[in-house]
């Protein structure tokens, strides 16, 4: 017997986040700012997949911008955004990893310019993917995955 495939009821207009590595889907959805008043979100957690287990998050009504799509590729790197209009998959993205960060992550360095008053937004170059490790362009500190996450709750 074959186990049945998840099925969530389908949506007419959103966004379904597919392939999140299982137990993420919270990190995610925190990086949207969701739940929300008014956004209907399914949540489905440890699901059976080819290659073990994963998270899916789908919501209403809601499509992705390019910074929110930057942050879930730094916890979840071979997720899949689709988005839906009239009950129809309209398009298929496996999200990546960029290799510059603008504004997404905060420098850890008190003393960093890039902390200062001045309203310089923070620069970051990927150094590692596994794992995450990004550093600053202006001080060369090193900021890893745990302290990343830290900032997206
Ligand atoms: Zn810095």
Redesign the pocket.
């Known amino acids: 017997m074959t186990k049945p495939e998840l099925k969530v009821k389908s949506i007419e207009n959103g966004t379904v986040i597919d392939h999140i590595p299982a137990n993420k889907a919270l990190q995610v959805l925190k990086i949207l700012g969701l739940p929300e008043e008014g956004t209907n979100v399914t949540l489905a957690m440890n699901v059976p997949s080819k290659l073990g287990y994963k998270d899916i998050v789908k919501f209403e009504n809601r499509e992705l911008g390019h910074t929110e799509i930057d942050k879930i590729a730094l916890i979840a790197p071979d997720s899949t955004i689709n988005i839906i209009r009239d009950f129809e998959i309209v398009s298929k993205n496996q999200v990546s990893l960029v290799k510059e960060l603008n504004g997404i992550v905060k420098?850890?360095?008190p003393?960093?310019?890039?902390?200062t008053d001045e309203p310089i937004e923070?620069k970051?170059y990927l150094v590692e993917v596994d794992p995450i490790t990004v550093r600053?362009?202006?001080?060369?500190?090193l900021?890893q995955a745990d302290e990343i996450y830290n900032q997206f709750e």
Do not use: A, L
Request: charged share 20%; with cysteine.
């Open positions: 420098c850890t360095n003393k960093c310019i890039s902390n923070s970051f600053c362009h202006y001080c060369e500190r900021v």
